[in-house]
């Protein structure tokens, strides 16, 4: 069986690094890194992951603008996204519930716990 592929846009390095040491150690899966959105919409079109981790805050788009650009495009719109967001606040969550996103995991984030949030959301099996 092939290993799902995951693409996390975030901005910063050591988001980055932490997540997709943990989601390729306790997930199995390969992650795709991409430290902007306009990278991130490029890579999502070309690599087609299994699921995107997208962050909310980002310097040249923000995360809920990405969705929506992903969302419009064919190649792209099918795909799962989970917001990552360090806005932890109920009115904040339920808005970005709202633009129809697969979930919104909150920052920081546990890296044992990562893999196992992200398969319960996707219903993968680890």
Do not use: C
């Amino acid at each position: 069986m092939t290993a799902k592929r995951i693409l996390l846009i975030d901005d910063e390095d050591d988001i980055r690094e932490v997540a997709q040491a943990s989601l390729e150690m306790m997930g199995g899966w390969e992650v795709l890194t991409a430290s902007s959105s306009s990278e991130g919409l490029s890579k999502a079109e070309s690599e087609q992951p299994d699921a995107i981790l997208l962050d909310v805050m980002l310097p040249d788009m923000d995360g809920p603008t990405t969705f929506q650009k992903l969302q419009e495009n064919p190649r792209t719109s099918q795909i799962p996204v989970i917001l990552l967001t360090a806005k932890a606040q109920a009115a904040d969550k339920r808005q970005f519930a709202a633009l129809g996103v697969m979930a919104v995991l909150t920052k920081p984030f546990d890296p044992v716990e990562l893999a196992s949030q992200v398969a319960a959301t996707l219903g993968w099996s680890l």
